[in-house]
Antibody, heavy 120, light 111 residues
Framework: QVQLVESGGGLVKPGGSLRLSCAASGFSFSDYYMSWVRQAPGKGLQWVSYISSSGYTTYYADSVKGRFTISRDNAKNSLYLQMNSLRAEDTAVYYC?????????????WGQGALVSVSS | QLVLTQSPSASASLGASVKLTCTLSSGHSGYAIAWLQQQPEKGPRYLMKVDTDGSNSKGDGIPDRFSGSTSGAEHYLTISSLQSEDEADYYCHTWDTGTRVFGGGTKLTVL
């Protein structure tokens, strides 16, 4: 079955950096677009970024553009999110998610999330 | 700009039915959406995708009590025979080129 396991979360000071990883299994990773979605404490879901199956195409929410970088390693079945210049408002649980299908670009499979706390 | 609007809260009694609404922004009425459920302290769970013709594509193990429909710019999630475990946040979700969009979520309370 599809499994997505995030890691790399933690406490970081404002202005600092963190790299999240998502290990995928149970499906052909290189066939699917992948996304990062975050949820601030007590708030709703917010799309952060997505990447095409090949990794050549990436998109970002305006709130993270220029600070975050999404990438993937299809040989390692892994998705990454490099987060730089972190701010307090980036504090959230970060979810890795897989699209349902190429013809259905909605996030249909989700990891358990990784908590990122940005505080001095 | 593509926006999804949901009511912040809804409530219904155990065993009853409830209909949650997700409204697409002006000019975007022809978009399909997906519904997600998030139970307390858990990650989101995909319920179904609802296409513009109203057809549903459910996730594995989603009970028949959950159904989706649409009319114009409105999408609906109907949950029948409400159970205590249905108490959760429900999000609608769609996409456009270069973006993915989530509604603000509806907190469903089962009385």
């Amino acid at each position: 079955q599809v499994q997505l396991v995030e890691s790399g979360g933690g406490l970081v000071k404002p202005g600092g950096s963190l790299r999240l990883s998502c290990a995928a299994s149970g499906f052909s990773f290189s066939d699917y677009y992948m996304s990062w979605v975050r949820q601030a404490p007590g708030k709703g879901l917010q799309w952060v970024s997505y990447i095409s199956s090949s990794g050549y195409t990436t998109y970002y929410a305006d709130s993270v553009k220029g600070r975050f970088t999404i990438s993937r390693d299809n040989a390692k079945n892994s998705l990454y999110l490099q987060m730089n210049s972190l701010r307090a408002e980036d504090t959230a649980v970060y979810y890795c998610a897989r699209d349902k299908a190429a013809s259905a670009p909605v996030s249909a499979f989700w990891g358990q999330g990784a908590l990122v706390s940005v505080s001095s | 700009q593509l926006v999804l609007t949901q009511s912040p809260s809804a409530s219904a009694s155990l065993g009853a039915s409830v209909k949650l609404t997700c409204t697409l922004s002006s000019g975007h009425s022809g978009y399909a959406i997906a519904w997600l459920q998030q139970q307390p302290e858990k990650g989101p769970r995909y319920l179904m995708k609802v296409d513009t013709d109203g057809s549903n594509s459910k996730g594995d193990g989603i009970p028949d009590r959950f159904s989706g429909s649409t009319s114009g710019a409105e999408h609906y999630l109907t949950i029948s025979s409400l159970q205590s475990e249905d108490e959760a946040d429900y999000y609608c979700h769609t996409w456009d080129t270069g973006t993915r969009v989530f509604g603000g979520g509806t907190k469903l309370t089962v009385l």
